[in-house]
């Protein structure tokens, strides 16, 4: 049973970036598709980025795009959430994701994924 466990979040003032990570532990993740998602208070889950196993192919949403990159460590199962130029609307708690499910490009979807970390929040003042 994988394990995920987000770390990075925190409080910060707009146009500030920050960088999440997530550590996966219990397996090796190397042959899983990550994402994270978000989910700010009264909204449901979002997707924000996803990114194959061998990291050659990512997909933003459009409110992050430009502003966010994804990357990945297999050898250290570790996945990376870098945000750049936040903004107030960004404040939410950021989970990452894992799914062994989705053979294609990464899902926007987020019951594609059977992985979940406890999240990390992420605070934008203006």
């Known amino acids: 049973q994988v394990q995920l466990v987000e770390s990075g979040g925190g409080l910060v003032q707009a146009g500030d970036s920050l960088r999440l990570s997530c550590v996966a532990s219990?397996?090796?993740?190397?042959?899983?598709?990550m994402a994270w998602f978000r989910q700010a208070p009264g909204k449901e889950r979002e997707f924000v980025a996803g990114?194959?196993?061998?990291?050659?192919?990512?997909h933003f949403a459009d409110s992050v795009k430009g502003r966010v990159t994804i990357s990945r460590d297999n050898g250290k199962n570790t996945v990376f959430l870098q945000m750049y130029r936040l903004k107030p609307e960004d404040t939410a708690v950021y989970y990452c994701?894992?799914?062994?499910?989705?053979?294609?490009?990464?899902?926007?979807?987020?019951?594609?994924?059977?992985?979940w970390g406890q999240g990390t929040q992420v605070t934008v003042s203006s």
């Open positions: 990114i194959t196993w061998r990291g050659t192919n990512v």
């Open positions: 994701a894992a799914s062994t499910l989705i053979a294609g490009p990464v899902s926007v979807v987020a019951w594609e994924y059977e992985y």
């Open positions: 219990g397996g090796a993740i190397s042959n899983y598709l």
